[in-house]
């Protein structure tokens, strides 16, 4: 490369906005629609279970724990982020939110319990 032409490439990158993002000292704002970790509405869940007919790895159990009362039980290293449970679920108790930091170092952190009594440590960790 010839120094001109060099110098030119120099300088312009000098000006130029960085290509890259600062994350994660900055936070990614994700995209609309965008299908992260899953949430749990418990309230609105009817226990029909096609979420987890629907699922196509296995990662999402519901389980009665009352009456008229269901848990969802994510396993979060087998979700593929599909979201096609979430447009199986006829009451829209599922919904994918925009939470991308999901790394943990003990994957048994990964399965994760929502439900609705507040006296459970387990309750939806957002
Ligand atoms: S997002 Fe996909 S893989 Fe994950 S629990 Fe829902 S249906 Fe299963
Ligand atoms: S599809 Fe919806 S309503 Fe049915 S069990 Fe799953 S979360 Fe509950």
Known sequence: MRVG?????????????PATNLYPAEKLD????????LFFHPEKCIGCKLCMKDCPSDAITINKVGEKQ???????????????CVDSCP????????????????IKKLKVVFRANPESSDKNPA
């Open 30 to 37: 994700m995209p609309k629609n965008f299908r992260g970790k």
């Open 70 to 84: 269901f848990e969802a039980v994510f396993d979060l290293s087998k979700c593929l982020y599909c979201a096609q």
């Open 91 to 106: 009451k829209k108790a599922l919904e994918a939110t925009k939470d991308v930091e999901l790394a943990q170092l003990d």
């Open 5 to 17: 032409k060099m110098l030119h490439e120099v300088l312009r990158s000098l000006f130029q906005k």
